[in-house]
């Protein structure tokens, strides 16, 4: 059974930074793609970013680019989101989530963390 498990989020002032993980288990994901969405009160669900597991291949959002950046630690299956310069609006919970390679929907899904930024 496949488990996505986020942690990370929290409390932080505008301009700061936190690292989001998303420990994944249950198969093996060397042909998946992880995701990172978010989704703020009153407002639909957004991709932030992706990584590809095998090649590291990354996109951003346009909200994100310069200021998020997407990695994966094969070794400890563990995909990060690492958020600089932080900005009120950054506050959502955020998600993370696998799909196989190619068009599709993502198939599994993380409980979410709370990421709240103060101005």
């Known amino acids: 059974q496949v488990q996505l498990v986020e942690s990370g989020g929290g409390l932080v002032q505008a301009g700061g930074s936190l690292r989001l993980s998303c420990a994944a288990s249950?198969?093996?994901?060397?042909?998946?793609?992880m995701g990172w969405f978010r989704q703020a009160p009153g407002k639909e669900r957004e991709f932030v970013a992706r990584i590809s597991w095998s090649g590291g291949t990354t996109v951003y959002a346009d909200s994100a680019k310069g200021r998020f950046t997407c990695s994966r630690d094969k070794s400890k299956n563990t995909v990060y989101l690492q958020m600089n310069s932080l900005k009120p609006e950054d506050t959502a919970v955020y998600y993370c989530?696998?799909?196989?390679?190619?068009?599709?929907?993502?198939?599994?899904w993380g409980q979410g963390t709370q990421v709240t930024v103060s101005s």
């Open positions: 249950g198969r093996t994901f060397s042909s998946y793609v």
């Open positions: 989530a696998a799909k196989g390679l190619g068009v599709g929907p993502y198939d599994y």
